[in-house]
Every structure is written in structure tokens, then in C-alpha cells.
């Protein structure tokens, strides 16, 4: 009997010692029982808009499946054109005056394909002969396409300079296929970019650009019916090779759900430099990207009302991006959220499993430029200072999509602080920059890395103490050596496995001691 009890403290023991704490996530789990036979619901509301000579372009309502939609076939004259995951498509490259018929199917991720909508037809614009290019008469090289020509207007523009290059966005009044060239003289001999099809919002990226240079640029563009013209002409200065930190991720990100609208709030870094953020929805995974995701907001704020964000009863993931003055983009700040509503299975799968085999020895912290080793899974920061969590780029592998970092709250094991690490420009790492935590406690610390379909590839979990006061650690003095033991024995004694080993131990002897005297009890009530 006392060796029976004997195991089951032993048990307990070794049930204490393998306890692991780890930081909540709002991660929820998506399970399937047996064959998913169920097709996707019909897409529902198919136009199709004749936008150019060219171009259709093709819009419907979003179907829904019993377990995970993947995506459309979009189908031209019964041939199928195009797989596409969002609910729209651009088909170009047709012939003028010329009538087409278009329906679409949606599938699951079990090849469960759904009925074909209905099939709506339309026709693309008639095309006209566009008139002769008129030269400029400040144009050395010759004509420039007619540049009196005003096919369209611009109704906004921003252009957002680098040291290396720059980002041109506008906005046209009417559907331009557009050109943009650019250079350092009126020639624009450096490089261009044209667009493959017909739209009202439009971006152009350069770059191999140097820093702090003056560049010309004119935008040219091809209008519905076939007419090419200039829209306008500007230039821009690119920035100089200064500060190229990425700025710090905003904190306190929230989402909450308020009469089925999502409400957005945070807190904008203190940085002096600090000059906006851009808010981006996607309803597959995290944007990983400025462009990867609708555009929810972008301004110097601190909360926005999405009113599209749960209207399809999907969970909705956010990332906020920080920009500084001079164009860099932190790693991005990350929160999700979903109706509350039975039935409805979460989308992402978070388990045990690590098959990169990631370490906390790949993981480096640091403050002031000064690295900050993990001892024991745990790494001691300053909670009043800046910190920088990164990973070199060469401890994973190049094909992973995500790398999700969640601290949860000392305080509150509901709230955490979610952020991505991105490569840096020089690919040697993925860095994410923090604000101060401003808090003292114990952050769990969990990194998850993901790939393109979202599914886990590896994790690693953590400790970060936050210290307001500088942290000092105890230094043993020859000349004062009781006070020494004194410090070790302080420490020794708040190590909880220590005190689980002793309690056992005490336990262990108490039963062998028990066992050992009642032996020669039993013998000698036997020779009696």
C-alpha cells in the first residue's frame, strides 16, 4: 500500500515538472470529421461592365461553404478563363464590339464544385481611330502623344518618396490604362511602367533610384474608347541616405465588434518622427504588407470604424503599419476578430508541433544596440526603453509567410500585443521594433511561423521580464561572504522545481522510513 502511494506522489512530481506556461493566443481551432461533401453555395449577383475597347470587368457576391471556400471559375464563352480567391476579376486583352458570355463557379478545398451562376453577357466598347499626336513644343525629343489631349483627369495624387525610389498612387476620373515614365530630364530616360488593364485607382512603384535626387516624371494613359493622351507631368526629390530604422509598432491595438460594425482602437508611438499609419483587412491571414489587404484607414489617428469588416461573418485579420517621416514602415501590429456565432468553424490551426526545430537561441533581443540573452527562457529587459526582437535570416526557411509574435499581459492573460517580424532591406533578419512596454511583470512569449497556407511550421515559447528600475544582478563580495550564501540561498529557494524536489524528498523518506520499521514488527508476531 505505501509503495502504491509512493508512485502516485512520484507521479504527481513528474506531472509538476513537465507544466510549460505559454502565452494565450486568439487563435481558435477548425476541426473536420469525415469527407466534406457539401459544394459551396452559388455565386449570387454576377455583372459584367464593359470598362474599355478591352476590357470586362466582372463582379459577384461571395459564396460560402460548411467548412473552407478556396476560391472561383470564372468562365468566358463556356471556357474557363481564370481561378481567382476574391469575388472579382478584370478579363482583358478582347476585341472591340464584341458581345461575350461570362458565369462563375465557386469550390471548396475538397474540390466540391458549386453550380454556375447565372450567365450574364456584354459587350466591350466600340473603338474609335485616336487623333494625331500633337508635339510639345518644350519636348526636344518629339512628340509626346498628344499631350493637350485631356482624356481624363486626375482627381488625386500622392507620391511617397524613399532613398532609393518612390511610390506614385492617384486616382483618374474615368477607367485609363496608364503609362508612367520617368528619368532625370524631360526625356524620362531611366524606366517606365504600364499597366496591363483599365482601372480608376492606380500605383506605380520605382525604385534603383539614388538618394536624394531630383527625377522627372510624366503620366500617359489610354482611355476607353482608345484615346492616349497625357494626364500630367511632375517630379519629385527621393531621400537622403538617413535613417533607415524602421519605426516602432503601434500599442494597445484593440478590436471589438459594436452593433456589427468592427471599432479599431491603438496608440501611436511617441517617436518624434512619427507620421502615420495604414490599416490593412484581410480575410484569409494577416496582411503581411502595405498592399496586401483592402485598406481599412490610413492617417495620423488613433481609432476607425470598419463598417465592411463582418459583413460576410468571416474572421477578419488586421494588420496596422507604422510610417515615420521619411517613408520606413515598421513590421505591423496584428489583431483578429469574428462573430460570435454557433457553428461557425475558426480558420487557423495552432499545435505543438515544431518540425524547424526553432530555439530561443534564435531569437535576439536587444536595447541601447546591446544584445539581451535569454538564461532559462527568460530574458530581462528595461520596460522603460525601446526594444527590438529579431531572428537571423538564415535560422528559417525562405518559404514561410508569417512570423506572428504574441506577449500576453502580466497583468491580464486576455490581452496581448500581437506583431509580425518582417526582413529588413539587407536581408540578415526579421525585425520588429516595440515601443516600451511600460509595465513590470512577466510577458509570456510565443513565436509561431506560418507558410503560404497558413498552416503552423514552427514555434517557440519565452519569458520577458519587464524591469522600470535598471536591473542589477547580484554580485557575490569576497569580503562579505555571509551575505553571499544569504543571496544564493534567496534564490535557490524561489525556484518552484527546488521546492517540489524537496517536498518529495521529505515524502520519499518519511515512507521508506516507515516501511523499514514495520519489517521487524511482522517477524517477530510471526515467531509468537
Same mark, same amino acid.
Given at each position: 500500500?505505501?509503495?502504491?502511494?509512493?508512485?502516485?506522489?512520484?507521479?504527481?512530481?513528474?506531472?509538476?515538472?513537465?507544466?510549460?506556461?505559454?502565452?494565450?493566443?486568439?487563435?481558435?481551432?477548425?476541426?473536420?470529421?469525415?469527407?466534406?461533401?457539401?459544394?459551396?453555395?452559388?455565386?449570387?449577383?454576377?455583372?459584367?461592365?464593359?470598362?474599355?475597347? !478591352?476590357?470586362?470587368?466582372? !463582379?459577384?457576391?461571395?459564396?460560402?461553404?460548411?467548412?473552407?471556400?478556396?476560391?472561383?471559375?470564372?468562365?468566358?464563352?463556356?471556357? /474557363?478563363?481564370?481561378?481567382?480567391?476574391?469575388?472579382?476579376?478584370?478579363?482583358?486583352?478582347?476585341?472591340?464590339?464584341?458581345?461575350?458570355?461570362?458565369?462563375? &463557379?465557386?469550390?471548396?478545398?475538397?474540390?466540391?464544385? !458549386?453550380?454556375?451562376?447565372?450567365?450574364?453577357?456584354?459587350?466591350?466598347?466600340?473603338?474609335?481611330?485616336?487623333?494625331?499626336?500633337?508635339?510639345? *513644343?518644350?519636348?526636344?525629343?518629339?512628340?509626346?502623344?498628344?499631350?493637350?489631349?485631356?482624356?481624363?483627369?486626375?482627381?488625386?495624387?500622392?507620391?511617397?518618396?524613399?532613398?532609393?525610389?518612390?511610390?506614385?498612387?492617384?486616382?483618374?476620373?474615368?477607367?485609363?490604362?496608364?503609362?508612367? $515614365?520617368?528619368?532625370?530630364?524631360?526625356?524620362?530616360?531611366?524606366? !517606365?511602367?504600364?499597366?496591363?488593364?483599365?482601372?480608376?485607382?492606380?500605383?506605380?512603384?520605382?525604385?534603383?533610384?539614388?538618394?536624394?535626387?531630383?527625377?522627372?516624371?510624366?503620366?500617359?494613359?489610354?482611355?476607353?474608347?482608345?484615346?492616349?493622351?497625357?494626364?500630367?507631368?511632375?517630379?519629385?526629390?527621393?531621400?537622403?541616405?538617413?535613417? %533607415?530604422?524602421?519605426?516602432?509598432?503601434?500599442?494597445?491595438?484593440?478590436?471589438?465588434?459594436?452593433?456589427?460594425? @468592427?471599432?479599431?482602437?491603438?496608440?501611436?508611438? %511617441?517617436?518624434?518622427?512619427?507620421?502615420?499609419?495604414?490599416?490593412?483587412?484581410?480575410?484569409?491571414?494577416?496582411?503581411?504588407?502595405?498592399?496586401?489587404?483592402?485598406?481599412?484607414?490610413?492617417?495620423?489617428?488613433?481609432?476607425?470604424?470598419?463598417?465592411?469588416?463582418?459583413?460576410?461573418?468571416?474572421?477578419?485579420?488586421?494588420?496596422?503599419?507604422?510610417?515615420?517621416?521619411?517613408?520606413?514602415?515598421?513590421?505591423?501590429?496584428? @489583431? #483578429?476578430?469574428?462573430?460570435?456565432?454557433?457553428?461557425?468553424?475558426?480558420? @487557423?490551426?495552432?499545435?505543438?508541433?515544431?518540425? %524547424?526545430?526553432?530555439?530561443?537561441?534564435?531569437?535576439?533581443?536587444?536595447?541601447?544596440?546591446?544584445?539581451?540573452?535569454?538564461? $532559462?527562457? &527568460?530574458?530581462? %529587459?528595461?520596460?522603460? =526603453?525601446?526594444?527590438?526582437?529579431?531572428? *537571423?535570416?538564415?535560422?528559417? *526557411?525562405?518559404?514561410?509567410?508569417?512570423?506572428?509574435?504574441?506577449?500576453?499581459?502580466?497583468?491580464?492573460?486576455? =490581452?496581448?500585443?500581437?506583431?509580425?517580424? #518582417?526582413?529588413?532591406?539587407?536581408?540578415?533578419?526579421?525585425?520588429?521594433?516595440?515601443?516600451?512596454?511600460?509595465? /513590470?511583470?512577466?510577458? *509570456?512569449?510565443?513565436?509561431?511561423?506560418?507558410?503560404?497556407? &497558413?498552416?503552423?511550421?514552427?514555434?517557440? #515559447?519565452? #519569458?520577458?521580464?519587464?524591469?522600470?528600475?535598471?536591473?542589477?544582478?547580484?554580485?557575490?563580495?569576497?569580503?562579505?561572504?555571509?551575505?553571499?550564501?544569504?543571496?544564493?540561498?534567496?534564490?535557490?529557494?524561489?525556484?518552484?522545481?527546488?521546492?517540489?524536489?524537496?517536498?518529495?524528498?521529505?515524502?520519499?523518506?518519511?515512507?521508506?522510513?516507515?516501511?523499514?520499521?514495520?519489517?521487524?514488527?511482522?517477524?517477530?508476531?510471526?515467531?509468537?
Amino acid at each position: 500500500m505505501h509503495r502504491i502511494f509512493l508512485l502516485i506522489i512520484l507521479g504527481i512530481f513528474l506531472s509538476l515538472s513537465s507544466v510549460s506556461y505559454g502565452a494565450t493566443t486568439n487563435f481558435t481551432l477548425r476541426t473536420l470529421i469525415g469527407e466534406d461533401t457539401t459544394p459551396p453555395s452559388i455565386p449570387l449577383g454576377l455583372t459584367a461592365t464593359p470598362v474599355a475597347t !478591352s476590357q470586362i470587368n466582372l !463582379s459577384w457576391g461571395t459564396s460560402t461553404d460548411d467548412f473552407i471556400l478556396s476560391g472561383y471559375h470564372v468562365y468566358r464563352d463556356d471556357i /474557363q478563363i481564370a481561378t481567382m480567391s476574391d469575388a472579382n476579376y478584370s478579363d482583358i486583352g478582347l476585341t472591340p464590339s464584341t458581345t461575350y458570355e461570362y458565369y462563375v &463557379t465557386a469550390f471548396d478545398s475538397f474540390m466540391n464544385i !458549386s453550380a454556375s451562376s447565372t450567365v450574364v453577357a456584354t459587350t466591350t466598347l466600340a473603338s474609335t481611330t485616336p487623333p494625331t499626336p500633337t508635339p510639345t *513644343p518644350t519636348d526636344p525629343q518629339g512628340p509626346q502623344y498628344g499631350s493637350i489631349v485631356r482624356l481624363s483627369e486626375i482627381v488625386s495624387l500622392k507620391i511617397i518618396p524613399s532613398q532609393t525610389g518612390a511610390t506614385i498612387r492617384y486616382e483618374t476620373s474615368g477607367y485609363v490604362r496608364s503609362v508612367v $515614365r520617368w528619368g532625370t530630364t524631360i526625356s524620362y530616360e531611366l524606366g !517606365s511602367g504600364a499597366e496591363r488593364s483599365f482601372s480608376k485607382f492606380h500605383e506605380t512603384i520605382i525604385s534603383d533610384l539614388a538618394a536624394d535626387t531630383q527625377y522627372k516624371f510624366i503620366i500617359q494613359g489610354e482611355n476607353h474608347v482608345g484615346k492616349f493622351g497625357t494626364l500630367t507631368e511632375s517630379t519629385f526629390r527621393t531621400l537622403p541616405l538617413v535613417d %533607415i530604422l524602421p519605426p516602432s509598432n503601434v500599442s494597445e491595438l484593440n478590436a471589438r465588434e459594436e452593433r456589427g460594425d @468592427v471599432i479599431l482602437t491603438w496608440q501611436n508611438p %511617441i517617436e518624434s518622427d512619427f507620421d502615420h499609419v495604414r490599416i490593412l483587412r484581410n480575410e484569409n491571414f494577416y496582411p503581411s504588407d502595405t498592399a496586401d489587404g483592402w485598406v481599412v484607414y490610413e492617417g495620423s489617428g488613433e481609432m476607425v470604424l470598419d463598417g465592411e469588416g463582418l459583413k460576410n461573418e468571416k474572421t477578419q485579420y488586421y494588420t496596422v503599419f507604422t510610417y515615420d517621416a521619411l517613408g520606413n514602415i515598421s513590421s505591423g501590429a496584428v @489583431v #483578429r476578430i469574428s462573430k460570435k456565432i454557433l457553428g461557425v468553424k475558426p480558420d @487557423v490551426i495552432i499545435s505543438e508541433e515544431n518540425p %524547424i526545430d526553432l530555439t530561443l537561441e534564435s531569437v535576439f533581443l536587444s536595447q541601447d544596440n546591446t544584445r539581451i540573452p535569454f538564461e $532559462r527562457g &527568460t530574458a530581462i %529587459i528595461n520596460g522603460g =526603453k525601446h526594444l527590438s526582437i529579431s531572428i *537571423p535570416y538564415t535560422a528559417l *526557411p525562405e518559404h514561410l509567410k508569417t512570423i506572428l509574435v504574441t506577449l500576453t499581459s502580466p497583468n491580464d492573460a486576455t =490581452k496581448e500585443l500581437n506583431f509580425l517580424l #518582417r526582413v529588413n532591406a539587407e536581408k540578415t533578419a526579421y525585425v520588429a521594433h516595440l515601443a516600451p512596454l511600460g509595465t /513590470q511583470g512577466d510577458f *509570456p512569449l510565443r513565436i509561431t511561423i506560418f507558410d503560404f497556407k &497558413t498552416a503552423q511550421i514552427g514555434f517557440v #515559447r519565452g #519569458r520577458i521580464t519587464s524591469q522600470i528600475a535598471t536591473y542589477e544582478p547580484p554580485v557575490v563580495q569576497n569580503e562579505d561572504s555571509f551575505f553571499s550564501v544569504l543571496q544564493i540561498i534567496s534564490y535557490t529557494l524561489t525556484q518552484f522545481w527546488l521546492w517540489a524536489f524537496l517536498l518529495c524528498a521529505i515524502v520519499l523518506a518519511y515512507l521508506t522510513r516507515r516501511i523499514v520499521h514495520r519489517r521487524p514488527l511482522k517477524s517477530t508476531r510471526n515467531e509468537v
